[in-house]
């Protein structure tokens, strides 16, 4: 054991492989496999990034596209690069760090590895605002579909959580009730695909499907902001969250307002998902997968944010890379890579749940 005393930082090594540090009046713990794991999904995030900025019709070496990142290279890479992959490239990551948040909110607050927002229907409820914008409102534009996306994301939580409050909300009875209202609001999205144009119909089938073709600055840009709000505003209920984990008697005798917390955390995870919808398009399984993935790496009890986050961007990135070079030229939607990989991993997942009960 070391101390350093003024104030200089206080490093403590105690039991097992977790590090506290504390500074004056702050103290963070840190559990070394996280660390260690956080760092290796960074690895994972810059290969795959870098083989998207590296391949496709056009390519080019790592060199070549990390001198035109820092404003050298080849000159016809510039455009490449800047205006075509790398805004594509940091869409797909910043989805996939709302959904990999979102999902892990989702799963603490429901206590159930199934508590996904595609699951309980969160981002059936973002499509269907989107597709009322896009195919009775007439307001195909950016802004105008995202709104629809986060509006419709956040009726339809306010009226999953109406249903399901009785006396409070238990995740069991949350999880049914979103499962209902989700294929209520698939069916009703079918129907407006059935009763609009042809034209107006395979341009809302193509969002619905999820995809990152074509994504722009115009696109990052807002996402980008969005994030610089909810995610800090998620790592602040972080402590909270993990309270709320061990019930809500626990989380009130530690001074923590169950239902409160469990409204706000609802929320935030909901306006992650809203955003990433907005941006994307539904992207199935990314939000059920990533936290359950990060959780088997850390061995950590409770759902890790920043897990959860990195293991999410990684898994879009590799699906959006794998979308676009399997059968290149064809460019598949990332939501039909997502949805292949997503759908074995459900089999697994529940054909384990089942054995284990």
Do not use: C
């Not at 391949?55 to 490449?80: C, H, K, M, Q, W």
């Not at 609009?196 to 600055?217: H, I, P, V, Y």
């Not at 909270?240 to 530690?254: F, K, N």
């Amino acid at each position: 054991m070391s101390t350093v005393h003024g104030r200089r930082p206080v490093v403590r090594p105690v039991t097992g492989k977790v590090l506290r540090t504390r500074t004056g009046a702050v103290s963070l713990r840190f559990d070394a496999r996280s660390f260690a794991v956080g760092a290796l999904l960074l690895v994972a995030i810059a290969a795959v990034g870098l083989a998207s900025l590296t391949t496709g019709s056009y390519r080019a070496s790592v060199p070549d596209v990390v001198a035109t990142l820092f404003g050298g290279g080849p000159g016809g890479l510039d455009f490449i690069v800047h205006q075509l992959r790398l805004p594509r490239l940091l869409v797909a990551v910043m989805v996939g760090v709302a959904l990999g948040v979102s999902g892990a909110m989702f799963q603490s607050v429901s206590r159930n590895p199934l508590g996904s927002p595609d699951v309980i229907g969160f981002t059936n409820g973002s499509a269907t605002g989107a597709l009322v914008v896009i195919l009775l409102l007439g307001g195909g534009s950016l802004h105008g579909v995202a709104a629809g996306a986060v509006a419709g994301g956040l009726a339809t939580a306010a009226v999953v959580y109406a249903l399901a409050f009785r006396r409070g909300v238990q995740g069991f009875r949350l999880i049914l009730t979103g499962i209902g209202t989700s294929a209520m609001l698939a069916s009703f999205n079918a129907y407006l695909l059935t009763r609009a144009a042809l034209a107006d119909a395979q341009t809302a089938q193509l969002w619905l499907t999820g995809s990152l073709n074509g994504r722009r600055w115009e696109h990052a840009l807002p996402l980008a902001l969005a994030l610089l709000v909810l995610v800090p505003a998620a790592l602040a209920l972080g402590r909270r969250m993990s309270l709320l984990e061990m019930g809500d008697e626990t989380a009130r005798a530690r001074g923590v307002p169950a239902e409160p917390t469990r409204l706000a955390l609802l929320a935030t995870s909901v306006g992650l998902v809203s955003v990433a919808t907005a941006a994307a398009g539904p992207i199935a399984f990314v939000a059920l997968a990533a936290p359950q993935l990060a959780r088997r790496l850390t061995r950590s009890a409770g759902a890790g944010l920043l897990p959860a986050a990195l293991m999410g961007a990684l898994l879009l990135t590799a699906g959006d890379l794998a979308a676009q070079r399997v059968l290149a030229p064809t460019q598949l939607p990332v939501g039909v890579a997502t949805a292949a990989l997503g759908g074995l991993y459900l089999a697994w997942l529940l054909g384990r749940e089942w054995r284990r009960r």
